[in-house]
């Protein structure tokens, strides 16, 4: 039965990825570990500090999971929230679970800890890759939307694999941001078509920036979930070097368009002014080959 | 203190360091022994272009130098903000280059980051935040972001996070702050050469700032919040 | 931000529970966590972005008070400015959910 991922609470997605029951969480919110720094805002706390940490098993296998919450504060960063993902994945150094999967809903580093959230978030990124580095799986499941965005888009970016919906964005800044600094001809914030046909899961699937699209349900990102637990890929030289030329073909095949239904065309995409109508069904046989293998994870 | 004077009073005229617009890149010759250098200049908003540019010259050091220590000296206003950098995955050629960082440092490299000027945001957090250690000039600024847009995006009142600014070291931008946070290793005041050559010296590759914010109080739930998670039960 | 405090007397005590949360800190939101305690009566605690709203929160939980029943309930809120209807709600939820685990 369908049921929309984008529209659960992140315990609501973390209980539908999960196997049922198995979840168990560490620093619940019983315990209160909550942010030092909010009161002074006059900002409620939250009592988990916007992420759910702890173990679970997913398709009968062992993985520690996070999932962080973007209706509190935007999913940003702090030094708690920050500190709760990198002491997730400095346990799973020692513990060894199968994967670690996170469900990234964020807008980056909480801005109402500044300092903090900026250093927090290269901590994770981290830890992040010393899992990697370790042959652990590291899973993204982005599918909020408020979708993964500034310090957060980079830690996501830095797993094995990254599932999206379209109905996820996944970038640095914000249409906003952009306007705000450069105009509305720069980036034209209210054009949500425009929006998403640029940061959108579609274009990035598209592009090999994302490695599984699936629709806006929490079947079908359990099921990517379980699939990314044997998507490994450990990031050698050869394997930069690899990601380096492609990443500079993109660019140069783009130029100074700009512009995505030319890009696509421009990669091999047949018909792209049809993209945003399709779904994530009919857009996979649309990917080109060569962009398939900027893509990481499994197809 | 631009980048030339840096480089001049590491390494005086012993550097074949070059800036093409932005972008930093050439060896030098530090103690008796060749050391990479790469960066950015003229507070550079870093793009895919200058992301992609530094993981090459990151890479190209791996490939045909191992073991060569790299420098990174950062000068940047952070992302570029601009349509056609998201289009291209700035976000992927960041996570690009601080995956390049960081098989520099599991190949064995010394990596060390030196924030010269400024350094915001994504633009920090893929330079100097992912060398085994981060090190500024006293004068030297740090920020997720300026006030006026940070005031846009959270709602809160200018004169309120200006006033913060000054007076709290979560919001404050002086690099003093981020070594009481662990964030900066330390700064290098007069002799930039003696500092470093005691961040060469210095090969601890794990990852200690939330130790470091404890110990020296300016971020103290961190490294305890760490420990509680892996005590758990 | 206003932190607020309230006591119930009376009700009748539930069987034992584990802590519960409901709901998010999201605007137009709040987050309830729901914990036994060993006094009697119902104990409330609210830290609400919305200053001034004391009389307000009083009647709301003692509505909620008297409509459950409820003793040796420990309350904790964090409050983004969700109207009265929405803190009615996730305080019935959040019951719900405890009597759904018992």
Known sequence: MFSSFAEMSARERLAAVVDPGSFHEWLPPSERVTSPHLAQLGVPAAFDDGVAIGRATVGGRAVFIAAQEGGFMGGGVGEVHGAKLTGLLRRALRDWPDAVVILAESGGVRLHEANAGLIAVSEVMRALLDVRAAGIATVMLIGGANGCFGGMGIVARCADTVVMSDIARHAMSGPEVIESAHGAGEFDSRDRALVWRTTGGKHRWLCGDCDVLVDDDALAFRGAAIAALDAHRPMTLEELQRESALLQARADADGDNADAFELWSRLGVPESREVPELDADALRTRRPAAVAALAQGAA | ?233 | MESLNFAFDGGRPLASFAPTLVGVVASGNLEVLVEPSADTGCRITVDTSARGFAPVWEAVLRDFHERHGVAGLAVAIHDMGATPAVVSLRLDQAIAAIAGDA
């Not at chain 2, 060390?112 to 350094?119: E, I, P, T």
């Open chain 2, 1 to 233: 203190m631009d980048w030339q004077a840096v480089a001049a009073r590491l390494f005086g005229s012993d550097h074949a360091v070059v800036a093409d617009g932005d972008f930093l890149c050439g060896t030098a010759v530090f103690d008796g022994a060749p050391l990479a250098v790469v960066g950015t200049t003229h507070h550079a908003a870093v793009g895919v272009d200058l992301a992609l540019r530094q993981a090459r010259a990151v890479l190209a050091t791996v490939d045909a130098h191992p073991g060569r220590p790299l420098l990174l000296l950062v000068d940047t206003q952070g992302q570029a903000l601009r349509r056609r950098d998201e289009l291209l995955g700035i976000h992927r050629a960041m996570a690009h280059l601080g995956c390049c960082l960081d098989l520099a440092r599991r190949r064995g490299h010394a990596v060390v980051g030196l924030v010269y000027d400024q350094a915001l945001s994504g633009g920090f957090i893929t330079s100097g935040l992912m060398a085994d250690a981060c090190h500024a000039l006293p004068q030297a600024e740090i920020r997720v972001m300026r006030v006026p847009a940070m005031a846009r995006v959270t709602k809160l009142p200018e004169e309120l996070l200006e006033s913060l600014s000054r007076t709290n070291p979560v919001f404050a931008p002086g690099v003093a702050n981020y070594v009481a946070m662990g964030g900066v290793r330390s700064l290098w005041e007069d002799d930039l050469a003696a500092g470093l050559r005691a961040a060469l010296a210095d090969r601890d590759t794990s990852d200690a700032r939330a130790q470091e914010g404890a110990r020296r109080g300016g971020r103290r739930a961190a490294a305890d919040v760490v420990r509680r998670v892996l005590e758990a039960s």
